[in-house]
């Protein structure tokens, strides 16, 4: 409360100031105004108190944010701070409280801060900036939201951006991605609305359907289909299931060239999960339809002729047999009575009629070895396969064995390597060696010495194996006649035989799912290849 002023004049107040009534309307007055002051006194101290106390929930407010807060006065004084965590300040508090922004921050950040200041004095409006700050952990990026205060102060949020900054490069990267993706895709690749309109076409989509970008985005998805009920279909496809692979439909060039073509795509939706549009992958099949339809000809052609060609040879096998069962009979006869004429009337005949006698003979019996041979190999075509497992170099040398005690006048030798074991038929694998190896004993017969060497290897899926001799050997350019029935490289009367023995090695082998071959030099003998697979038999 206020004093009064103190009176040193000594005349009386009545004196003074007039009457009585008007001395009591004095005090009156001043009651009142002393009164007004009390209540004035009292209203101002409740502005203080509702003050601080909007103050206080104010900076309540204020800590309860994440975010870094600053205030500044007009000039970029920091005059107050708050950090949700210590990490998130650039330097100290003691190094940036009251002094400047500018001043704290790299140069280029300041400078920032100061034309932000600047606009917002100017403006009384929210100014935004980004940057970045070399921080213990790495850049990290941030933006800092300026508002006018009252006072010319102004009050600036700053936020980390650095997850979003990454997560919106990355999309950039991703989208970049994408278009060189969309636009470089040898596949045509065409987006629409649900209704049909085109959103985007790539550059394949174009050359596809022979339309300018500008030209194809005037148009609607339902035109470029030959059959429009197609698009309906697929589409409901789509919207049902979500996506749709190799839906195969017809479309048209804008040449009016129809095109046979596969559709594969998906359904972009919205959040409500209603359907927006569709993706979709095009290929044109037309030449491989074409193709297929040409091979499917082809294939028709080729299994009638297959029938025919079966039904010929199942004749012809008939036939043989029952030809070379006839023949027999009479060969036989021819034979024996050839024979039991030499040796009975034999001393009587000169020596023409012994020479004819012994040529009949012999014919006779060279011609029921060919019968039988052309029986043998006509029977491996239905013979049956009976898978077992065989040991090569003990097949082998038994077989040799066998063989050389019908030569018992030839010097021969075997040279039995390691040979793999293998999985086939023994009988018919038997043979392959019996065949091989009378045929290394008969070529070597010039030599002083025959020898004959049977080896193998293991390949990765097959096993190759191989008869050597050092015989007459036969000359390279003759290699392909070897293994075809009745071809010879040596007339009969320099080597017995029918010329069948390798053409039965030959389908022997083939049957077991391998293959033959030969290599020779003249005089310098010859090796016989074959293989069998690893796994089993292909019979």
């Keep these: 409360m206020a004093r009064m002023p103190v009176n040193t004049d000594e005349t009386p107040m009545a004196e003074r100031n007039g009457t009585k009534e008007e001395l009591i309307h004095d005090v009156k007055v001043l009651q009142e105004r002393l009164t007004e002051l009390e209540a004035s006194e009292s209203q101002h101290k409740q502005a203080e108190i509702n003050l601080l106390r909007r103050t206080f929930e104010l900076q309540s407010i204020f800590r309860a944010f994440p975010d870094l807060f600053f205030r500044l006065d007009g000039d970029g004084t920091i005059l107050d701070y708050h950090a949700g965590h210590t990490s998130y300040l650039y330097v100290s508090p003691e190094m940036f409280l009251h002094q400047r922004m500018r001043d704290v921050l790299p140069p280029p950040v300041g400078k920032l801060f100061d034309e932000a200041q600047l606009e917002v004095l100017a403006t009384n409006a929210m100014v935004s900036v980004e940057y970045a700050l070399p921080m213990p952990q790495g850049e990290q990026d941030y933006e800092a939201r300026l508002?006018?205060?009252?006072?010319?102060?102004?009050?600036?949020?700053?936020?980390?951006?650095?997850?979003?900054?990454?997560?919106?490069?990355a999309l950039r990267e991703s989208e970049r991605k994408y278009r060189t993706l969309f636009e470089e895709s040898s596949d045509s690749i065409c987006i629409s609305t649900r209704e049909g309109q085109f959103l985007d076409i790539n550059r394949a989509a174009l050359d596809l359907f022979g339309y300018t970008k500008e030209e194809m985005m005037r148009l609607n998805a339902q035109e470029i289909y030959v059959h429009p009920s197609e698009r309906t279909h697929f589409q409901q496809e789509v919207e049902q299931n979500g996506s749709i692979r190799d839906y195969e439909v017809k479309l048209r060039r804008k040449d009016g060239k129809e095109m046979t073509c596969l559709l594969t795509a998906a359904a972009w939706r919205a959040d409500d999960g209603s359907v927006l549009g569709h993706q979709t992958l095009i290929r044109d099949i037309t030449e491989y339809r074409s193709a297929e339809q040409e091979i499917k000809k082809l294939n028709d052609h080729l299994r009638r002729r297959t029938m025919a060609i079966e039904a010929a040879n199942k004749e012809l096998e008939a036939f043989s047999y029952s030809v070379s069962h006839d023949l027999r009979t009479p060969l036989i006869a021819i034979g024996g009575f050839s024979r039991l004429l030499l040796e009975k009337q034999g001393p009587s005949l000169d020596g023409k009629g012994q020479e004819f006698l012994n040529k009949i003979y012999s014919n006779s019996k060279q011609m029921l070895q060919l019968i039988d041979d052309l029986?043998?190999?006509?029977?491996?075509?239905?013979?049956?396969?009976?898978?077992?497992?065989?040991?090569?170099?003990?097949?082998?040398?038994?077989?040799?064995?066998?063989?050389?005690?019908?030569?018992?006048?030839?010097?021969?030798?075997?040279?039995?390597?390691?040979?793999?074991?293998?999985?086939?038929?023994?009988?018919?694998?038997?043979?392959?060696?019996?065949?091989?190896?009378?045929?290394a004993m008969k070529f070597t017969r010039p030599m002083e010495t025959g020898i004959i060497e049977v080896g193998g290897t293991v390949q990765e899926s097959h096993n190759i194996y191989y008869v050597k001799d050092n015989g007459i050997g036969f000359d390279m350019k003759h290699a392909t006649k070897l293994f075809s029935v009745f071809e010879r490289l040596h007339g009969t009367d320099e080597f017995e035989g029918t010329g069948i023995g390798l053409a039965i090695v030959q389908r022997i082998i083939h049957r077991h799912g391998g293959w033959v071959w030969a290599e020779g030099r003249v005089n310098g003998g010859a090796t016989f290849y074959f293989t069998l697979p690893r796994e089993g038999y292909l019979g």
């Design 147 to 169: 508002l006018p205060l009252v006072d010319n102060q102004i009050i600036v949020i700053v936020r980390n951006i650095t997850d979003q900054k990454k997560a919106e490069k």
């Design 375 to 439: 029986l043998a190999f006509s029977r491996l075509g239905h013979q049956e396969i009976k898978a077992l497992g065989i040991d090569m170099g003990q097949m082998a040398t038994t077989v040799f064995e066998e063989l050389k005690l019908l030569d018992p006048v030839h010097s021969l030798q075997l040279k039995v390597q390691s040979l793999p074991s293998a999985r086939g038929d023994p009988a018919m694998i038997r043979q392959v060696f019996a065949n091989l190896l009378s045929n």
